[in-house]
């Protein structure tokens, strides 16, 4: 098995060899005139089990585009030089939220990407909390396996949890069933009984409305769960309707920090009691050096590199993917 992680994960990368106990193997990436550039592993790959790890946020110099033309050449320089099998781990998959056409001709770029990968030669797509869950399996030809954030936010709570009753909100309808199945990870985990609210939100042409609020989180502690934080904006909505609505405590949890700076200020309010994200998309530096103590950082590299392990040897990763810990 042989494990790259290329440039701009390069962090990730390392605590994903660092926890699974094997080599970050080297690469060389160049930059040319023009905005071209070129990738290559700088050993053979021939006969081998290539895993590619690359997270596909767009941040200022590297844009989403960016970053998935690179990856899609190197998983097929991979393939071109013999490598046995390729598999590209993608905690970020960009163009995951363009799942279906909402208007007239609307383009379904999760579709798309999944031929590009297809199209390179890649054998397995492994990704962490997607946008939407069905329309990745539906959009993928070849092998995928979807891991999730469950049982990373179900120890978090339970550590960080006092003697108040608990509620997952989520902070829209789209994230109700992200929500529903955390809340059953925390049932089957604890003895503890977990209440349940959402919010309302319409979004058009960049315009959030909707303020209708549904369950009980009077003098609860309160944990909003989504998949990912940029701008802030409905996480502060919910995190204040729940507040109105008596709660005691207000805590943020997602899996993707894809915050701009603006979206970081917009986090640093009282409304908030913390907020809980991982190193899945980018880093959580410029967030830290806002919000303080406020902000509570949890990695996903044991569960990626668990996930490569199996894979490779390949046994069961069911025990990756259950949120109770349980072998299955």
């Not at 080599?23 to 592993?41: I, N, W």
């Not at 053979?44 to 998935?68: F, Q, T």
């Not at 992200?178 to 042409?205: H, V």
């Not at 919910?238 to 949890?253: D, M, N, T």
Request: charge should be neutral; aromatic fraction near 6%.
């Amino acid at each position: 098995m042989i494990f790259f992680s290329l440039n701009h994960s390069a962090d990730l990368g390392r605590a994903v060899a660092h926890a699974g106990g094997f080599p970050l193997a080297l690469h060389e990436e160049r930059e040319f005139s023009g905005g071209e550039h070129k990738a290559r592993p700088l050993l053979s790959v021939r006969g081998k089990d290539v895993y590619v790890l690359h997270s596909l946020y767009g941040e200022p110099g590297m844009s989403a585009n960016d970053k998935l033309c690179r990856l899609l050449m190197f998983l097929a320089t991979c393939r071109e030089n013999g490598a046995a099998r390729v598999t590209a781990i993608v905690p970020y998959l960009a163009y995951s939220r363009k799942d279906r056409q909402t208007k007239p001709r609307d383009p379904v770029t999760t579709r798309y990407v999944a031929a590009l990968f297809e199209a390179m030669g890649t054998d397995c797509v492994v990704t962490l909390d997607v946008h939407n869950h069905a329309a990745f399996q539906n959009a993928f030809r070849c092998q995928t396996v979807h891991l999730d954030t469950r049982r990373l936010f179900t120890a978090q709570i339970l550590a960080r949890a006092d003697e108040a009753p608990i509620a997952i909100v989520s902070p829209d309808g789209g994230g109700i069933k992200r929500a529903q199945l955390l809340r059953e990870a925390l049932t089957e985990t604890s003895e503890r009984s977990f209440d349940f609210g959402f919010m309302e939100k319409r979004r058009s042409e960049g315009v959030v409305s909707g303020s209708l609020f549904a369950g009980d989180v009077m003098g609860r502690s309160v944990w909003i769960v989504d998949d990912m934080i940029v701008g802030g904006g409905t996480m502060l909505r919910a995190a204040r309707a729940c507040r109105e609505h008596g709660a005691s405590q207000v805590h943020l949890i997602a899996t993707h920090a894809m915050l701009t700076p603006e979206g970081i200020d917009t986090l640093d309010d009282p409304a908030i009691d913390t907020v809980t994200l991982t190193d899945a998309a980018a880093g959580l530096g410029p967030a830290r050096a806002v919000l303080g103590d406020q902000l509570v950082g949890v990695s996903v590299a044991q569960e990626i590199a668990q996930t490569i392990l199996r894979l490779s040897l390949g046994q069961s990763i069911s025990p990756v993917l259950d949120p109770t810990g349980n072998t299955r």
